[in-house]
């Protein structure tokens, strides 16, 4: 019997024994349409709730329009009424969002107790949200009624069935989140029956169990979803914290259970830990699980709308996160790349193209022979003939490395070295002769660099001067004026950053020093390293090769 699974379940405990058989093929569950699975974003709300994060009314709508791409079913645009950059949203998305695939949705508590659902102004700005659908947050644990709510149990019911009746008699479509519902069920479960059902009577679609604390795992988790669905057959959902850094296991964990509607972030942004990875969860059920769940296609741009949120949001890119981190597909070990060469399913869980990202080869002191083939395979050079060549470059790579060096970020430099070590010599735009740079601290003013450079380009001896605010900044503008009547293309290179590691750091001033270099011509950009006693030295070493690639991609011949 496939997906099939029993789990039994200690009254008032979450100990259990569960034989899980494996899980279900595309065909055992298959899922028709977006309507029977239920993916709902709630990046707007609980995601905006992450310490740190402050979104614009611009960016929320920037955002929504990226997860209608996604092609979640809903977007949970924020409280109205109780957070005015949401009400704003709301009032300006009637015109200037127009979602092809998502449902927006607006959040909000039940009504306040001893009063009416229809006098409270808080429902009324659900009401005025103008939203098909109303999610509305309810107590379901008995602590939280009798202690935070400060009022009975009865009563609680009453403001969810009342709240519930009204939105619903106002043509609104109702989800319920039962906050707490784990907690609240392990604490006195015949209660959160009863939250569930007075939900789903009044004529909520959906009950949402809630991790609001997110202490749970999996195995508990899958028990009581599947006691909840046994119990009452309400349509399930999950919101799953991560504290426990389960929220996406447990997430799945519902869904195995009978969920049918999985709520997350982008990103996992969210309250403390955040909350289940939306991108994650939706990757692992269509592939994992073969539920379709995005519209064809959708999954495919994962990786972009994962990148574009994390610009919208202001958060760096995690690169380990699940499927479209930039390192989730990225492979160091020698050994792993030369399985790979053979079959790159021999090392990797998926294919990444299913998610829009793309498999990287990593070349450092870890790589052997096949890594760098892959590389130079990746950076356009077929080099599988030349097995000295390999061997060649494989050993300088892994003595460049225990000097300092770091490839793996520097792949322009990698491959000025690949170059190098096929053609016998370094490609070479000019020969630099010597350099030096002098600071001034001037009183009242602010530093000023002077650097001399001299070198030889197109047959001539060249000696120039120029002025910068720092060191690497003068050499830069010297290198400029030194080759750019030659060589014009350098107009368009600009550096763009600069990092430096001190790589042994006991030894203090004395210590090697590592520099990367980043550098666009507008289109792409690329890096270089550069290893030095002295930070300058390894500045210029990054900035030349820098340079040079720069100038390789723009097609520049090299004038002896
Ligand atoms: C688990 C979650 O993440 S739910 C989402 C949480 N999000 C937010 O809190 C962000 C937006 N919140 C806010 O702007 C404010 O907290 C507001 C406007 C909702 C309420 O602000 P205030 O009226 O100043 O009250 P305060 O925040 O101190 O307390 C919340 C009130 O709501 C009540 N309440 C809490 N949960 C619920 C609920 N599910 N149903 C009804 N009332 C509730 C509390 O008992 C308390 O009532 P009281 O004022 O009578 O004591
Ligand atoms: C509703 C919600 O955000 C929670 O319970 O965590």
Not at 6 to 17: D, H, N, Y
Not at 56 to 63: N, T
Not at 284 to 306: F, H, S, Y
Request: net charge negative.
């Amino acid at each position: 019997m496939p997906g099939a699974q029993t789990s039994r379940i200690r009254e008032g405990s979450f100990v259990l024994s569960a034989s899980i058989v494996f899980p279900p093929t595309r065909e055992d569950r298959a899922v028709t349409d977006l309507e029977s699975f239920h993916v709902y974003d709630t990046s707007l709300r609980d995601g905006a709730q992450q310490e740190g994060l402050s979104l614009s009314v611009h960016d929320k709508l920037a955002i929504a329009g990226h997860l209608d791409e996604l092609g979640v079913g809903f977007v949970e645009g924020g409280w109205p009424g109780a957070v005015p950059k949401d009400t704003e949203f709301f009032r300006r998305a009637r015109t200037e969002l127009n979602l092809k695939t998502a449902t927006l949705a607006a959040f909000g508590a039940t009504r306040k107790a001893g009063a009416r659902a229809a006098d409270d102004p808080q429902v009324r700005a659900l009401l005025d949200a103008e939203t098909p659908v109303v999610t509305l947050v309810a107590k379901s644990h008995v602590g939280h009624v009798e202690r935070a709510l400060r009022t009975t149990l009865d009563e609680n019911l009453a403001m969810i069935a009342d709240t519930v009746a009204y939105l619903t008699e106002h043509g609104r479509r109702v989800f319920v989140d039962c906050e707490h519902f784990f907690d609240g069920y392990r604490t006195d479960p015949a209660y959160a029956l009863r939250v569930v059902r007075a939900a789903t009577e009044a004529g909520a679609d959906v009950a949402v169990l809630c991790d609001t604390n997110g202490g749970m795992l999996p195995d508990d988790v899958r028990a009581v979803v599947a006691a909840v669905a046994a119990e009452t057959g309400a349509r399930l959902g999950m919101h799953a914290h991560n504290d426990t850094g389960c929220a996406v296991a447990n997430t799945v964990a519902a869904v195995d259970a009978g969920a049918t509607h999985v709520q997350g972030t982008v990103n996992g942004t969210g309250e403390r830990t955040g909350n289940a990875d939306i991108v994650t969860i939706v990757a692992n059920l269509e592939l994992k699980r073969a539920l379709r769940v995005l519209p064809d296609g959708a999954l495919q741009e994962a990786t972009r709308i994962a990148h574009a949120v994390s610009e919208l949001t202001n958060i760096v890119p995690y690169s380990r996160q699940p499927y479209v981190g930039a390192s989730a597909f990225a492979h160091k070990a020698g050994l792993h790349a030369s399985a790979i060469k053979v079959d790159p399913d021999l090392y990797q869980h998926t294919d990444p193209e299913l998610v829009g990202n793309d498999m990287r080869l990593l070349v450092s002191d870890m790589a052997g022979r096949a890594s760098i083939e892959l590389k130079s395979r990746e950076l356009g050079y077929d080099v599988s003939g030349d097995r000295e060549l390999v061997t060649r470059v494989t050993q300088r790579v892994k003595d460049l490395e225990a000097a300092g060096y770091t490839f793996e970020a520097a792949d322009a430099s990698f491959e000025l070295l690949l170059r190098t070590e096929a053609e016998g010599q370094r490609l070479s735009y000019f020969d630099v002769e010597s350099w030096r740079v002098i600071t001034e601290s001037r009183p009242g003013g602010d530093a000023l660099s002077e650097a001399t450079v001299k070198l030889r380009a197109g047959g001539e001896r060249v000696v120039v001067t120029g002025e910068g605010n720092g060191p690497v900044n003068a050499l830069d503008h010297a290198l400029r004026t030194a080759i750019g009547a030659l060589y014009p293309e350098i107009d368009k290179l600009e550096l763009i950053d600069f990092r430096v590691r001190i790589l042994d750091a006991a030894h203090g001033t004395d210590a090697v020093t590592r520099v990367l270099v980043e550098m666009t011509d507008g289109k792409t950009s690329w890096e270089t390293v550069g290893v030095g006693a002295n930070i300058i030295e390894a500045s210029w070493e990054a900035l030349v090769d820098a340079v040079t690639y720069g100038l390789l991609r723009q097609g520049a011949a090299a004038i002896s």
